[in-house]
């Protein structure tokens, strides 16, 4: 298992930094016997005041997301924690019956350009955040359980069966949707 912790406005402790190791830890070891390749990221901030605590979770081609924001930075570790434990639990099954998939990873960054306004009076297009993550082939059933996952109303992945990328998305009334892209 690997941990890894960052921190935004705020200094690390070595009690800090203890007890994210000590949770991830647990949790780790209650779920996952044989850890190797197990990888947590912390990421602590002082935001407007209050405590943010993001903890992502990877394993195999999987990735687990909590975070939460209290007056105390203990409290949420321990609430973001829960959350994983949580979505970890309700899809227990579904994970455990997945394979994961260890070849043909492509990366993918995920990018935006600007449009210049013709129009002096609008505000400029700006992007506020840039990812980059690895593209892993999955089933669309996979990409949907991951998405899940994650919380996020779409995710990008590499179709297990064209090799095209491939969205899928969360539409309003509780289905889903599949961009399809070909080359």
Known sequence: MKVLTRTKGMDMTQALENYLESKAESFVNKYFPNNDNIEV?????????????????SFHSYILRGESSSDDMYSSIDEA???IDNQ???HKTRLSKKNARKSGLKELTMESSFIENENENEMPLEVLRRKTF?????????????????GHNFYVY??????NIHVVYKRKEGHYGIIETER
């Open 88 to 90: 970890y639990r309700r």
């Open 134 to 150: 690895m593209l892993k082939p999955m089933l669309e059933e996979e990409a949907i359980l991951q998405m899940d996952l994650l």
């Open 158 to 163: 590499l179709d297990d069966k064209t090799s």
């Open 81 to 83: 924690f829960h959350k």
């Open 41 to 57: 990221q912390g990421r602590l901030k002082l935001e407007n005041g209050m405590h943010v605590a993001e903890v992502s979770i």
